[in-house]
């Protein structure tokens, strides 16, 4: 039996005020039944108590600590500022950062139940995710993260100094309109570590002022009779072509970025990598943190830690949070991850603990077990949203949720609904919904594919249209202009599919500097 478990004399608090006091109660509380009952894995977590404007303060530098000086932060935050002071938009009762230690804001405004509600979802719920789950594993390092921070804002507070602010400027908005096209996707870890970053920038420096890149060493001439494709082929092979990562070889390759202007953009390369994974487990993410400080705070209440008041302050929240509007629903804007992820984390409880035959059937390696908080501690570590859909969307939950599947072809003048919550849909409906997490089908698969060394070095690229499904014409130009810029030479976007090719995108580069 945990430490939670008989009534305690007294509740944790009453009323809504608290102190910190309060909050070390608390949070011991929600430990014992985190670790000892659940067996949740967590960093070392650091709780800072801040304010409505830090919060906004916070949402506007992408909920980091600290971080680089850019105009469009500013923008943020006066937009957020003003539409929280109208009363048009609240704000979150928390915002968690994945570190070591996992660093955990909490509003000043919150009551002590809400404080006790951020204090499960984020230090427990979402912490436990971070550390765990192999996507962050993989593409992020929590223990270094705030030190590359720091070493980021300082290089490009130096580089202000030094270049202008308006220099600064231009190569930070080129890479941040190409973040989306600035991510490894299928490769290995990239760590950020402080100072193996700093020795690398220096050796990156120095490598580029003792050596000049062979690649460029000609001067462009008039265009040549075509090569043979082996000539191609070694070519694009020299420089690692086809390539989906843009700012990585804008950062390797590009002849006419000076040597600070290559370190900005790999700071923003890095820092889009480390966002990368929760761009990935949107779903899982918000789904086990709602799961665990569900359990929590109903295993509190059980226990008599918080009152009743507290206890249905508590479900107003939760209940509001996971809700699913309906598609003709005012409020509607799609599919809740809060809601979806907890129902799937329940029903993945249900089938553990309580399954019937059609579980039985089509989930034989969990349905029974009696292990249920295992297999969710299993699954959040293994698994990405798409992956976890495709795995545990069950039959049931699908009818619960009502789901069905549009094809919205646009060939045809009519929406055709191919697959309704019936046995012949199931499957059709949870492939199709799997897709829709998929961020690599999300993003548009843009790679670059030549150079042309020998001619005006004009870089290629290509977009590999699926579905039917076009870029925005007035955007991909602005987003190549600002290629054009990083390259130093003329740029070239084709937009086609296996079938024909639907569009041409030329940009020249303007001056950065």
Not at 369 to 386: F, I, K
Request: some cysteine.
């Amino acid at each position: 039996m945990s430490a939670i478990a008989t009534r305690p004399a007294a509740p944790l608090f009453t009323g809504s005020d608290w102190n910190f006091d309060t909050l070390g109660r608390v949070y011991g509380a929600i430990e014992r039944i985190a670790t000892e009952e659940l067996g949740l894995d967590i960093y070392p977590n650091r709780i800072e108590v801040i304010t409505s404007e830090q919060m906004l303060d916070a949402y506007a530098s992408t909920g980091m600590p600290l971080f680089y000086r850019h105009w469009s932060f500013g923008k943020r935050f006066l937009r957020d500022e003003t539409l929280y002071r109208k009363g048009w938009q609240s704000l979150a009762y928390e915002i968690v950062i994945n570190s070591d230690p996992c660093i955990v804001y909490i509003m000043e405004e919150n009551t002590a139940t809400m404080q006790t509600l951020v204090l499960a979802h984020a230090g427990f719920g979402h912490n436990h995710f971070f550390k765990n789950n192999y996507a962050f594993r993989q593409w992020t390092d929590a223990g270094s993260i705030h030190d590359y921070l720091a070493f980021a804002k300082s290089y490009i507070a130096a580089c202000e100094e030094r270049h202008g602010v308006e220099a600064v400027e231009k190569v930070l908005d080129a890479a941040h309109a190409l973040m989306n096209q600035g991510v490894h996707r299928y490769q290995g870890r990239h760590a950020l570590d402080l100072r193996s970053e700093e020795r690398r920038e220096r050796e990156r420096r120095e490598h580029g002022e003792r050596l000049f890149n062979d690649l460029w060493r000609t001067v462009p001439v008039a265009k040549k009779a075509p090569r043979a494709s082996e000539e191609d082929g070694r070519r694009r092979a020299l420089l690692g072509l086809p390539e989906e990562n843009v700012l990585y070889f804008l950062e390797k390759t590009a002849p006419r970025l000076a040597p600070w202007q290559r370190e900005v953009i790999r700071i923003v390369r890095l820092i889009a990598q480390y966002f990368y994974p929760q761009r990935q487990t949107k779903l899982m993410n918000e789904g086990c943190a709602s799961f665990v400080h569900h359990r929590i705070m109903t295993r509190l209440h059980e226990a008599g830690a918080i009152t009743d008041g507290a206890f249905m302050e508590f479900l107003h929240s939760h209940t509001n949070v996971v809700m699913q509007p309906d598609f003709d629903d005012r409020r509607y804007g799609g599919i809740n991850p809060y809601a979806l992820g907890f129902s799937m984390m329940e029903e993945i409880e249900r089938i553990a603990t309580a399954p019937d035959e059609e579980d039985r059937r089509l989930f034989s390696d969990i349905a029974g077990c009696g292990e249920p908080y295992a297999v969710l501690r299993d699954a959040w570590a293994n698994y990405r949203d798409e992956s976890f859909v495709a795995q545990f969307l069950s039959p049931r939950l699908i009818r619960k949720h009502r789901l069905f599947r549009l094809v919205d072809d646009g060939a045809s003048d009519e929406i055709a609904v191919s697959a309704i919550h019936d046995e012949r849909g199931y499957r059709e409906i949870r492939h199709a919904l799997s897709r829709h997490y998929d961020v690599s089908r999300q993003d548009p698969d843009i790679q670059i594919v030549d150079v042309d060394l020998e001619g005006d070095r004009r870089l290629l690229l290509r977009h590999q249209v699926a579905d039917g499904v076009r870029l925005d014409a007035g955007d991909a130009r602005r987003v190549l202009q600002h290629l054009a810029d990083l390259w130093g030479y003329g740029v070239r976007l084709v937009e086609a599919d296996e079938e024909r090719t639907f569009a041409t995108y030329d940009a020249i580069p303007n001056p950065l500097a």
